[in-house]
């Protein structure tokens, strides 16, 4: 089956940092990239997600970073804010069906 | 524009008995998927259905069935529970099923 492995597993920068989060799959066949960030008590919100036939897609930001040969791709987060602090996760599709695996997770904490 | 609605929001039960869980999918949305969250851990992958038809199974034992009604909601059952099902149970919903999954805010189901 697909084995998604997600780095760091905790994250601490400065208010206005980058921080960058990265995840490696196993599956050559996975065609499809999404991010969650739960915050504490919340649903896993998606916040962005790129499919196999781009490199790189951005969302103001936020950024994901795709490299199929080397089976990985990273969440960037620019000028980060309190706000970003939560728990990210990466999740792949097994076998490029409709089972999400998702990586154990990145707690950032964005410290003012 | 109501988004994916799970009941009921907390529960708690003892070892042995049944629980049914309820899960809303997004207006249009045909497809429902169920992962188990357990504390400090990324959503494990329990079903999913598209058109009321089991699409796929994660591992998970048989106590643990589900169903897709006609205007595609759907429940999640559990039998003879054991306290290793304390967890937070996720409803993800897409259009289709392999289509982006729009989560839910979760069923907290504390076992004693």
């Known amino acids: 089956g697909e084995n998604v492995e997600q780095h760091p597993s905790t994250l601490s920068v400065q208010e206005g940092d980058s921080a960058v989060i990265k995840c490696t799959y196993s599956?050559?066949?996975?065609?499809?990239f999404p991010w969650y960030k739960q915050e504490l008590g919340k649903r896993p919100q998606l916040i962005i997600d790129i499919r196999s036939n781009v490199g790189e897609k951005k969302d103001q930001r936020i950024a994901v970073t795709l490299n199929k040969t080397a089976k990985h791709f990273s969440l960037h987060i620019t000028e980060t804010q309190p706000e970003d602090s939560a728990v990210y996760f990466c999740a792949v599709p097994q076998g490029g069906s409709e089972k999400l695996v998702f990586g154990k997770g990145t707690k950032l904490t964005v410290n003012p | 524009d109501a988004g994916v609605t799970q009941s009921p929001t907390h529960l708690i039960k003892t070892r042995g008995q049944q629980v049914t869980l309820r899960c809303s999918p997004i207006?249009?949305?045909?497809?429902v998927s169920w992962y188990q969250q357990v504390l400090g851990q990324g959503p494990q992958f329990i079903f999913q259905y598209y058109e009321k038809e089991e699409r796929g199974r994660g591992n998970f034992p048989d106590r643990f069935s589900a169903r897709q009604f006609p205007n595609y909601s759907s429940e999640l059952n559990v039998n003879a529970l054991l306290l290793g099902d304390s967890a937070l149970y996720l409803c993800?919903?897409?259009?289709?099923?392999?289509?982006?999954?729009?989560f839910g805010p979760g069923t907290r189901l504390t076992v004693l």
């Open positions: 207006s249009g949305h045909k497809s």
């Open positions: 599956d050559s066949a996975s065609n499809y």
């Open positions: 993800a919903s897409s259009f289709s099923s392999e289509d982006t999954q729009y």
